[in-house]
T-cell receptor
Framework: RKEVEQDPGPFNVPEGATVAFNCTYSNSASQSFFWYRQDCRKEPKLLMSVYSSGNEDGRFTAQLNRASQYISLLIRDSKLSDSATYLC??????????????FGKGTHLIIQP | DARVTQTPRHKVTEMGQEVTMRCQPI?????VFWYRQTMMQGLELLAYFRNRAPLDDSGMPKDRFSAEMPDATLATLKIQPSEPRDSAVYFC?????????FGPGTRLTVL
């Protein structure tokens, strides 16, 4: 079983719609969680951290469900510029360091005009 | 605006040649990573360093790949000899406190 699994998509969504995708992780001891965004032919960049209580950043909402071992990302009022690959990232370590990050293969999102 | 830099950005070489990729991490970051990304495998961790000491290189083919960090401002990844299956984008990242910052990558093509 892969450590971090995501639906690769692509998700084709009309502009203005709401889209959500999940990611599951296998290690119940995982400590911290992130969503990274990767544009075509660019490097991954941190989009947002995922906190146990859930968190929101503008049109983006991230949720964590430890019991079921999944995290989700919700994008409201989607924009053309949201088209990208979204990488689910899980940190297995508790030392707060940057090592121990495990990346999913990403979900490809296409926002259509 | 601090960022990770990588050179070269693109490299085309022939099978059997040596390839050296360089990375300058963000000043003050104590952890440096090398990743390889392909369509099939996604992002794979090759090796990483903490405070310049190699901590984990289990993701790297040891017979042909080597990673070093001669000083705090330079990390290198070498492939010798290169093979067509090494064609990929190689990312360097540096990190601190749970977040990793990626460089723009080296797009390697081995013919």
């Amino acid at each position: 079983r892969k450590e971090v699994e995501q639906d690769p998509g692509p998700f084709n969504v009309p502009e203005g719609a709401t889209v959500a995708f999940n990611c599951t992780y296998s290690n119940s001891a995982s400590q911290s969680f992130f969503w990274y965004r990767q544009d075509c032919r660019k490097e991954p960049k941190l989009l947002m951290s995922v906190y146990s209580s859930g968190n929101e950043d503008g049109r983006f909402t991230a949720q964590l469900n430890r019991a079921s071992q999944y995290i989700s990302l919700l994008i409201r009022d989607s924009k053309l510029s949201d088209s990208a690959t979204y990488l689910c990232v899980v940190n297995m370590l508790s030392n707060g360091g940057a090592d121990g990050l495990t990346f999913g293969k990403g979900t490809h999102l296409i926002i259509q005009p | 605006d601090a960022r990770v830099t990588q050179t070269p950005r693109h490299k085309v070489t022939e099978m059997g040649q040596e390839v050296t990729m360089r990375c300058q991490p963000i000043l003050g970051h104590n952890t440096v990573f090398w990743y390889r990304q392909t369509m099939m495998q996604g992002l794979e961790l090759l090796a990483y360093f903490r405070n310049r000491a190699p901590l984990d290189d289990s993701g790297m083919p040891k017979d042909r790949f080597s990673a070093e960090m001669p000083d705090a401002t330079l990390a290198t990844l070498k492939i010798q000899p290169s093979e067509p299956r090494d064609s990929a984008v190689y990312f360097c990242a540096s990190g601190s406190w749970g977040e990793q910052f990626f460089g723009p990558g080296t797009r390697l093509t081995v013919l």
